[in-house]
């Protein structure tokens, strides 16, 4: 069974720093594209960021560019999102998911809670 | 940015009768080379995490009730959940995956009339 496990989320004050890990198990992590997604607290689904097999290509959305990155790690079994200079509009749950049909998601994990706030 | 644009905004159908959710989005997302739609339709309950109902605008992923159909092309797409159950009370996303930013909808809430 597919399993992607986030951790990492927390208050944090406005400029801050977070790191985002999702923990994979289930199928071969190290063949499948993975995405970041968000959710604002009441609002819709916002994609933040996405990252190939090998970790050779990256993209992310323009309203975290420059301060967002994404990685991973293959032998861990672990998908990572550093986040820095964090604002309060950030604040969201955010959810890792496996690349299903060329950016298409799914399945997600159940999601961590970032909070930006003094 | 492609930006998708669902009606309506919520929705209220009895059990057993047919709802049906359209998505617009402001260009194409049919790949012509493979005559594909990189739409996706997705549903969320209450404190949950999204599911992945559709891709291609059409196809069920697995284990989805054929009672969940997709449809439409080009710019114009519907959800159609044809007998409503109680557990399908949720909100409904539409996601391009045409072009990189990956633009979902502003969600659909369905709820039982």
């Known amino acids: 069974e597919v399993q992607l496990v986030e951790s990492g989320g927390g208050l944090v004050q406005p400029g801050g720093s977070l790191r985002l890990s999702c923990a994979a198990s289930?199928?071969?992590?190290?063949?499948?594209?993975m995405h970041w997604v968000r959710q604002a607290p009441g609002k819709g689904l916002e994609w933040v960021s996405r990252?190939?097999?090998?970790?050779?290509?990256?993209s992310c959305a323009d309203s975290v560019k420059g301060r967002f990155t994404i990685s991973r790690d293959n032998a861990k079994n672990t998908l990572y999102l550093q986040m820095n200079s964090l604002r309060a509009e950030d604040t969201a749950v955010y959810y890792c998911?496996?690349?299903?049909?060329?950016?298409?998601?799914?399945?997600w994990g159940q999601g961590t809670l970032v909070t930006v706030s003094s | 940015d492609i930006v998708m644009t669902q009606s309506p905004d919520s929705l209220a159908v009895s059990l057993g009768e047919r709802a049906t959710i359209n998505c617009k989005s402001s260009?194409?997302?049919?790949?012509?080379?493979?005559?594909?739609?990189?739409l996706a339709w997705y549903q969320q309950k209450p404190g949950q995490p999204p599911k992945m109902l559709i891709y291609?605008?059409?196809t069920r992923e697995s284990g989805v009730p054929d009672r969940f159909s997709g449809s439409g092309s080009g710019t114009d797409f519907t959800l159609t959940i044809s007998s409503l159950q109680a557990e399908d009370v949720a909100v409904y996303y539409c996601?391009?995956?045409?072009?990189?930013?990956?633009?979902f909808g502003q969600g659909t809430k369905l709820e039982i009339k």
């Open positions: 998911a496996r690349d299903a049909y060329s950016g298409s998601c799914g399945p």
């Open positions: 289930g199928f071969t992590f190290s063949t499948y594209w």
């Open positions: 990252i190939n097999p090998d970790g050779s290509i990256t």
């Open positions: 260009q194409s997302v049919l790949y012509s080379s493979n005559n594909k739609n990189y």
């Open positions: 291609w605008a059409s």
């Open positions: 996601q391009q995956y045409y072009t990189t930013s990956y633009t």
